[in-house]
């Protein structure tokens, strides 16, 4: 796969190719973002909250020293992040949270990307990626990173010798299939696979 044709799909994602809508401001330039909890006492939990409030419902929890904890957006007043769970979002009181930067030249790791019509996930980790479609479960091992204003991108080779491009960037995104809010977006495609093969999902950065 040629770099002209890696450069030609990224700037298809950059001119639209997402059908998602952006965040808007500095917000977008730090979240979403990786943090791990921290100041929470070894035998008690971050709280996670239905509302941004400290008297809204608790809906989950946090252990102590919890690290891969992702949060997508803040509160107006900054106190509160949202954070995500199994079937929708919830929110934490940011002073519990520290953050963990992000690399600017390789995709965060972990990540766990997913997609419907058809259903498909990608999980990367320091140790390589998978990428599950309908039919297969495919072992990727990475041959090109980078970074681009908002966003990720990398190249992919499967032990059959075809390539892929998982590529992401900060905006909303929905799954399509529960109420759960993501802050990354993404598109994977397959080297000569025609448009209507190209993938569209969403990515969390949260670890748990």
Do not use: K
């Amino acid at each position: 796969m040629g770099g002209g044709q890696v450069a030609a799909w990224l700037g298809a994602l950059l001119l639209g190719s997402l059908p998602v809508l952006p965040m808007g401001g500095a917000q977008a330039q730090e979240l979403p973002g990786r943090f791990h909890v921290s100041g929470v006492a070894a035998d008690d939990v971050l709280n996670v909250r239905a509302g941004p409030a400290a008297s809204a419902p608790v809906v989950g929890g946090f252990g102590p020293g919890r690290r891969d904890v992702e949060v997508i957006a803040l509160s107006p007043d900054r106190r509160w992040g949202l954070v995500g769970l199994p079937e929708g979002n919830g929110w934490v009181a940011m002073r519990y949270l520290a953050a963990d930067p992000l690399p600017s030249g390789r995709l965060p790791r972990p990540l766990r990307c997913l997609g419907t019509e058809p259903f498909w996930s990608v999980t990367v980790t320091d140790q390589g990626a998978v990428h599950a479609d309908p039919g297969a479960t495919i072992a990727l091992v990475a041959d090109a990173e980078g970074g681009f204003a908002g966003g990720w991108s990398a190249v992919f080779h499967d032990g059959a010798g075809g390539a892929w491009l998982l590529a992401l960037r900060r905006a909303d995104c929905s799954d399509g299939m529960s109420d759960r809010r993501y802050g990354l977006a993404a598109v994977i495609l397959r080297a000569g696979a025609s448009d209507e093969e190209v993938l569209h999902g969403c990515c969390t950065l949260d670890g748990g």
